[in-house]
């Protein structure tokens, strides 16, 4: 099966650059240069997933995530020159799926789409976010029986650090927002701070990484959330 990528992009260098990459690995890459031609295509191609340019000549890339997640939860991928931590978690928080910072490799960009993809379609896949176990390295989970293990080694967490481990490997490499997370273990009315996330995350790292300053399973995206290894 081919998969159907929508590239929204008013920029001629980067999208041939990502069209050819997309071409290249089997993708079927659809273009539209401006929002009026995005809005147009989305609903009338029906493609698997969406790389949406946030800098557009005739809308801001904004509107067309909103628009689109008014009636789909198709995989939206926000490509920007936009680097700052605000417009990322604004983002993330209006429903795209992840981020990617221009400029950026190929493999980069493949690995995101991968990844968009297997949230999309988690039947596909063994390992998905229903499957009742996900390993990565010598790290794993058993959702089932609440158990997490590095190596042969059983890891005892506390229930907000299991609830937070559980969610990361559940969005395995998708990034989650600070707020995203805290709201999920400890509902809406959290305050806004994210010193409780921080704690509780430098406790996980303590548990889990062999070398907690520079974690291999869960990585910090600065300004922005927490993102768990999913190779
Ligand atoms: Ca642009």
């Known amino acids: 099966m081919t998969y159907k990528i929508l ?60 628009f689109i997640r008014q009636w789909s939860s198709l995989p939206v991928i926000v ?13 993330l928080d209006a429903g795209a799926d992840d981020y990617i910072t221009k400029p950026f490799g190929s493999s980069e960009l493949l690995a995101r789409i991968r990844t968009a993809l297997r949230h999309a379609n988690p039947s596909n896949h063994d390992s998905g976010p229903y499957s009742s176990t996900f390993v990565c390295g010598d790290f794993s989970i058993d959702y089932d029986k609440h158990r997490v293990k590095v ?29 995203f997370i805290s709201k999920q273990i ?18 996980i790292r303590r548990k ?3 070398n907690p300053a520079v974690p291999e399973y869960i990585f910090t995206e600065v ?9």
């Open 7 to 66: 590239l929204i992009e008013d920029d001629n260098n980067i999208s041939t650059f990502i069209t050819t990459i997309l071409d290249a690995n089997g993708y079927e890459p659809l273009l539209a240069r401006n929002g009026k031609e995005a809005m147009a295509l989305v609903s009338s191609s029906c493609p698997d997933l969406v790389l949406l340019d946030m800098g557009l000549p005739d809308m801001d890339g904004m509107k067309i995530l909103q």
């Open 79 to 91: 490509v920007s020159a936009r680097t700052r931590e605000r417009d990322k978690v604004e983002a």
């Open 151 to 179: 190596g042969e080694k059983e890891i005892h967490l506390t229930q907000s650090e299991y609830k937070m481990v559980s969610l990361l490997c559940q969005n395995a490499g998708k990034v989650l927002t600070y707020d």
């Open 186 to 203: 400890w509902g809406p009315y959290n305050c806004e701070d994210n010193q409780k996330l921080r704690v509780n995350m430098a406790n």
């Open 208 to 210: 889990i990484e062999p």
């Open 223 to 231: 300004g922005v959330g927490y993102r768990m290894r999913d190779y």
